[in-house]
């Protein structure tokens, strides 16, 4: 069964409108297109308050800042170009606590990907229960369902189709491929956002995991 095939039969009727679109404006063409340079954010990422390396990938680790474009608040603006904004990990570093962020939670999807599309099913709701004790969502898209670079066209369907209220952003060049490779999507980084060391990492939809993981971490004084 293809990609295709199996994520329309398998998603609510809900989303499955949106998937479409999302599948249709994805599956054209053999060739990697070229990513926009206005999507691509890799360098001139400047903090001068962020914590100084050594920078990893793995768990105590500090996490290296990286920007993207995306919407920061998808339910909140149109999805289109003007409503793109550059948002980087070092927006959630809040080493006194005055922004009222303790943990960020870094996510990855794709198209392709059915764990991807299983997990933001739920990860709306998930946000609206844990935003409010200091829990950040970022999520990432870096592929469409032929496995070439998410453009902007797959954003916007991706955020319609599952109603995303936390931020949602463009890894075209697939900078998180840092921590872990396309194949194993979703990756979640659980990362304190008052030292920016990553707390745990999950490979694939483990939510009996990471749920409970980050309900521990808002309990410790």
Sequence with gaps: MSTASFSLRSCSSRCCGSLLVLFGLSACGDNTPKIPAELLNGNGCAAPDYPSGPFGSE??????????????????????????????????????????????????????????????????AKNDQYQPLGVRIVSTLFQDAARNPAT??????????????????????????????????????VVDARTMKIEKKLLGDQPTILWPFIDAALAKP
């Design 59 to 124: 768990e105590g680790d500090t996490l290296a800042n990286a920007c993207f474009k995306g919407f920061r608040d998808p339910a909140r603006v149109s999805h289109d170009q003007a409503s793109l904004e550059t948002i980087a990990f070092s927006d959630y570093y809040d080493p006194t606590g005055s922004k009222g962020d303790q943990l960020l939670l870094i996510n990855t999807a794709a198209v392709w990907c059915s764990a991807c599309r299983s997990e933001h099913e739920g990860l709306t």
């Design 152 to 189: 902007l066209r797959d954003l916007s369907a991706w955020v319609e189709t599952f109603s995303s209220d936390y931020a949602m952003l463009l890894d075209p060049d697939y900078q998180l491929g840092t921590y872990a490779s396309a194949e194993t999507a979703p990756l979640n980084l």
